[in-house]
């Protein structure tokens, strides 16, 4: 599934005010896995001290008891070994049960509240990114990509050079023939290479390519491409086509800081250039919360290190950083949330904008800011 779908199915589950357990866990290696009931029950202990859970009705406990008792069902018994992490969502009173396969690593966590804790998921796509590795040379492609964390190889073809033909004889004229076939097979191969790029691409949306392959086959390579693609290459890495998976990706992994810091770099020159030249642009807390209700973000941009707790009105939504018990809105309670962040990100999916999580230096636009869809 890719991220936005993922998202936007997370977005569509239908919680009618029940509170919700949502459980990250790291299950790397088989102990974890085998501790993992023994993780989520110390974790629930832990929960039931705290006043949010001690302000839960009966029945809301009744329910929330009832995830955790799922939860470790599901962990006895259905997890194959090999996985990352887990992210489960669970809430008995409105039917709701999630489980999503992560490929990266989570820190252990619950959060009990009314709507599923959603960033840690978010921050990990931010981070993993969705990029892609096309592997090139005459007689062979690959593409690999990384999604969710997830390694996998989209596609692979040997392109079948012409043997040379009969080259007795004609001498010069007859090499020049087979050589010109070859060229031409070469070419067919690259146009087939590119045609598939550009499907995957359709579909994926890769945040940026890797070249890979030989270095002469490389460069022939890029000029099939279309700008818009060929502006996606991050990094070209001479690697043989016929490397195993994970060692292809292996070979890579040290370009991926640079990757991610150059496509973080676009992103807040980008918001520079938006913010002081067109005017279309917010900065800060407050005035970024503002904007996203009023649905003029188009694109959130938050640090990953930036957690703010605040309260919230289960009513209304509205949220604050100050002490409010009360809303100032309709009246209702306000309760505490663990990460107004979060709250940040469901108005700005309400409203249909993307988010990012940064995780360079932000300057003046740290910790959040948002790209607007006009001018103010
Ligand atoms: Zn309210």
Not at 197 to 219: N, P, Q, S, T
Not at 226 to 231: A, I, R, T, V
Request: charged residues 30%; proline residues 4%.
């Amino acid at each position: 599934m890719n991220p936005a779908k993922l998202i936007q199915s997370l977005q569509a589950l239908k919680m009618e005010g029940n509170p919700v357990t949502t459980v990250y866990l790291d299950i790397s290696s088989s102990q974890k896995l085998r501790n993992a009931d023994i993780v989520v029950n110390n974790m629930f202990k832990q929960k039931k001290d705290k006043t949010f859970y001690k302000n839960l009705s009966e029945e809301e406990k009744v329910s929330v008891e009832k995830d955790i008792e799922n939860i470790n069902k599901y962990l006895n018994n259905l997890l194959p070994e090999g996985l990352f992490s887990v992210m489960i969502v669970s809430s008995s009173q409105a039917d709701v049960w999630k489980v999503i396969h992560l490929g990266f690593l989570v820190e252990n966590m619950m959060v009990i509240q009314y709507q599923p804790y959603i960033r840690p998921l978010l921050q990990g796509i931010s981070y993993e990114r969705n990029y892609a590795i096309i592997l090139v040379d005459q007689g062979k492609a690959k593409i690999l990509a990384n999604r969710l964390g997830k390694k996998e190889e989209l596609w692979s073809v040997v392109n079948l050079l012409p043997e040379d033909a009969n080259d007795r004889g004609f001498g010069g004229m007859e090499e020049r023939k087979n050589e010109r076939r070859r060229e031409e097979a070469v070419a067919r191969h690259y146009k087939n290479i590119v045609a598939q790029v550009e499907g995957f691409e359709k579909d994926y949306h890769f945040d940026w390519i890797i070249l890979g392959g030989l270095r002469e086959c490389i460069a022939d390579f890029k000029n099939y491409l279309k700008p818009e693609l060929k502006k996606k290459i991050s990094a070209e890495i001479p690697i043989d086509p016929n490397l195993p998976m994970d060692k292809v990706f292996l070979l890579v992994d040290k370009e991926i800081p640079q990757c991610r810091a150059s496509y973080e770099k676009e992103l807040l020159d980008k918001f520079a250039d938006e913010y002081y030249k067109n005017f279309k642009g917010v900065v800060g807390l407050q005035e970024t919360e503002e904007s996203l209700k009023q649905g003029q973000i188009d694109m959130l941009l938050i640090h990953d290190k930036f957690h703010t707790k605040g309260r919230i009105c289960k009513q209304c939504q509205y949220t604050t950083i100050h002490g409010e018990k009360m809303c100032p809105n309709c009246g209702n309670p306000m309760i505490l949330t663990v990460d107004l962040t979060d709250e940040l990100i469901y108005l700005a999916l309400d409203t249909g904008a993307k988010i990012e999580f940064i995780s360079s230096e932000m300057g003046d636009f740290a910790p959040l800011c948002g790209f607007l869809r006009y001018s103010k």
